[in-house]
């Protein structure tokens, strides 16, 4: 599976997660048709939920004007993924975890989510 497919369906698993009572592996599970799961999909999936309180509060020590409870959820997912991808994944260089993040939130997100996602994430560099 290619690195921007997985995170889509890790995108779309952890969103499961805060919008409905699901378990992880179920919801990885619900997003891939494979029964052998990516090791890249399962790694983010299970690093954002591990360290989810610190991503958030990483996250949230760079908003301007905005407190982390108010953020949408598909923005605080794709912040989560690519905080997580910046700060435990030596494997991804900071910038592409950007670039993903801000690619995700035009597919799933609002309008201008694209850009919010852009410039919070550039903070935190």
Do not use: C
């Not at 290619?2 to 992880?24: C, N, V």
């Not at 179920?26 to 299970?46: K, S």
């Not at 591990?50 to 990483?58: E, F, T, V």
């Amino acid at each position: 599976m290619k690195r921007r497919t997985a995170r889509e369906k890790a995108f779309q698993a952890l969103f499961q997660t805060i919008t409905e009572d699901i378990d992880t592996d179920e919801a990885i599970q619900h997003v891939v048709e494979d029964p052998e799961v990516d090791p890249f999909l399962n790694d983010l999936v299970h690093g954002v939920t591990d360290y989810r309180d610190d991503l958030d509060q990483w996250i949230a020590g760079h908003l301007d004007n905005w407190t982390f409870p108010r953020l949408p959820k598909v923005e605080k997912t794709v912040l989560r993924m690519a905080a997580y991808e910046m700060k435990h994944n030596e494997d991804v260089p900071t910038q592409v975890a950007i670039n993903e993040a801000v690619e995700l939130a035009k597919i799933f997100g609002e309008e201008d989510s694209g850009k919010f996602v852009n410039g919070v994430l550039s903070k935190m560099i």
